[in-house]
């Protein structure tokens, strides 16, 4: 009996042990699930890299197209401010020849009492024109005895006059004009050499 006891137990041992490495094969079974779940882990690692690569790109993107709009804004509100400021320059640039018109006319000199009272006429109309010239932001350009400055004078002749240092405005051919800051005809001028 004894030996059927311990056939018995050998067996039940044997039993155990198959047991044991039947046991053993589903830990392979998980080792390779681990490892699956490392790869599909490693994989969505890697996918939110991307996703955040491309956020960050995207975010950068907006930011500077919210900085193009923001420049274009400005821009805008700039060339709106221009063009409001220098509104009426085609039409002061077009009264220009009108205005030197009339002052070749007060130049004249009479001496007949109707001949005078036109002239009065025109000289007030001329006054008035000028006014509204100037509301609207024009100036004359003063250049008698200045420095001679080719942003504001256009110079037609030299002279030699020992009145006058050089490079200095000694007549003034045709007055220049501008329009607040900008000058829309510079003055001809004739300048000492």
């Known amino acids: 009996m004894e030996d059927k006891q311990k056939e018995t137990a050998d067996f039940e041992q044997t039993d155990a042990a198959e047991a044991y490495l039947d046991a053993d094969q589903p830990f392979e079974t998980s080792d390779s699930e681990d490892k699956e779940e490392t790869v599909e882990a490693t994989e969505e690692q890697q996918r939110i890299l991307e996703l955040e690569t491309r956020l960050a790109d995207t975010e950068n993107r907006l930011l500077r197209v919210q900085a193009d709009y923001e420049n274009f804004k400005r821009r805008t509100r700039e060339d709106n401010a221009a063009q409001l400021k220098y509104k009426s320059q085609s039409l002061l640039t077009q009264l220009l020849p009108a205005l030197d018109n009339f002052e070749r006319a007060l130049d004249i000199k009479v001496e007949d009492p109707q001949a005078a009272s036109v002239l009065q006429g025109v000289e007030m109309v001329h006054r008035q024109l000028l006014e509204a010239m100037k ?33 200095v405005v000694v007549e003034t051919l045709q007055k220049g004009y501008k329009l607040k800051d900008r000058v829309i005809r510079p003055a001809m001028v004739k300048v000492n050499q």
């Open 135 to 167: 509301s609207e932001g024009l100036e004359v350009i003063d250049s008698q005895g200045a420095a001679f400055d080719p942003n504001l004078h256009q110079a037609v002749m030299q002279v030699q006059d020992e009145e006058y240092e050089s490079n």
